[in-house]
């Protein structure tokens, strides 16, 4: 396969270190491997630029993102207005190679009328007017609250409208089912998430602690690890670590007011893959049900038996790898029993049929690439 591609992201992917840009690397990688040329384009505006995305693309270019009040609009959500660059647009109508856009972060071209007759497809992290209705739920700031509020209902005026008439790929069928029946959407594929897996690593035998992982920093998690402290662990003694990014003093205290429960702040990727393997539970309750869940991949690819809930779970297809539990009651008994209950090789075989039916990344590359190259469907026969 000798076809070439433009790629656009709305950060730049490497390093591969949160939930967004790790489908966006590894999407590249897996194109990459099945002998893509990728043509590259980044929005900066804190990463830097990195050389190792040489090693997967034929070229890289970085755009500096507005931020602040010069990337504000009256019209567009911020997270669209934002990323509009000129040069990047130019760039794009240099050839008519197929253009994937990362998210509707990226899709201000689309807005704009910059890419007429072209072979275009939105990959769809979120429903991003959801997902920001969640993140006001949770936030603690006022402020930020009301900026969440603000930027989903332009997101759901915004969103729509892309939908109506280009080729979008959520990341699962919940999604999916979104763009058609509320947006109307006529060309929609599902196109899973691509994960740094591809064996699943579990040791069979026992662990010696549960654990709850994730960047401490977001404020659905933090919230999930303060109700695990305060309303789990709080009477089930259990050894316990809260693990991740830049947890919160009150996080902190909290972990550390009874000799159970700790939490392990800032570990390396390393430290985290180790805390990983050697946990006996994984406990991942979700508050909101958008995207896939990054922790979760982690823990089904590496850890022993992982307990979450129905949020979580919504349109991964692992709900046969997982144990569900959606209420308090439920979550401690399941947890006291995989505590003392052996994780096997046989559990660990019946994963790695799952998890390469629905996250082969080489299978979904080569999927991707006949949708990007196929012909744009003819007024009367949409495609869905």
């Not at 997902?131 to 603690?140: F, G, I, K, S, T």
């Not at 594929?189 to 401490?216: C, D, E, K, W």
Request: overall charge neutral.
């Amino acid at each position: 396969m000798a076809d070439s591609i433009h790629l656009v992201a709305f950060d730049v992917p490497f390093p591969a270190d949160y939930g967004g840009v790790v489908d966006v690397f590894w999407r590249i990688r897996a194109l990459h491997e099945q002998g893509v040329r990728i043509k590259l384009h980044c929005f900066e505006y804190g990463r830097g630029e990195q050389k190792a995305l040489l090693n997967y693309c034929s070229e890289v270019h970085y755009y500096q993102r507005s931020e602040g009040h010069k990337g504000l609009s009256l019209n567009l959500p911020y997270i669209v207005a934002s990323r509009n660059h000129p040069a990047l647009w130019q760039r794009l109508q240099e050839d008519d190679d197929p253009v994937l856009l990362e998210g509707m972060h990226s899709t201000y071209g689309l807005h704009a009328g910059m890419l007429p007759n072209r072979r275009v497809a939105v990959r769809m992290h979120n429903v991003e007017q959801e997902y920001y209705r969640q993140l006001a739920q949770w936030e603690r700031s006022l402020v930020k609250k009301a900026y969440y509020h603000h930027e989903s209902r332009m997101l759901g005026r915004y969103e729509k409208t892309i939908a109506a008439q280009n080729l979008l790929l959520p990341i699962s069928d919940i999604d999916a089912g979104t763009c058609r029946r509320v947006w109307k959407a006529p060309q929609v594929q599902v196109l899973p998430a691509f994960v740094p897996h591809r064996l699943v690593t579990s040791q069979p035998g026992s662990g010696t602690f549960a654990l709850y992982h994730g960047n401490l920093s977001v404020a659905e998690n933090e919230k999930a690890a303060t109700w695990l402290l305060e309303k789990i662990f709080n009477d089930l003694e259990i050894p316990f670590v809260v693990a991740g990014k830049d947890p919160a003093p009150r996080l902190v205290e909290l972990a550390h007011r009874r000799q159970h429960t700790c939490i392990v702040e800032n570990p390396s990727e390393s430290e985290m893959n180790d805390l990983i393997a050697k946990a006996q539970v994984h406990i991942l309750p979700a508050f909101t049900t958008n995207g896939i869940k990054l922790k979760l991949m982690n823990a089904v690819f590496g850890g022993r038996h992982v307990v979450t809930n129905s949020n979580m779970l919504a349109g991964t297809h692992l709900e046969k790898v997982c144990h569900t539990a959606d209420n308090a009651a439920l979550l401690k008994y399941t947890i006291f029993r995989l505590f003392h209950q052996p994780f096997t090789e046989e559990e660990a075989e019946t994963r790695q049929g799952i998890l390469m039916q629905h996250y082969d990344n080489a299978a979904h590359a080569r999927q991707l690439m006949q949708w990007l190259l196929a012909p744009p469907p003819t007024a009367g026969h949409p495609r869905s």
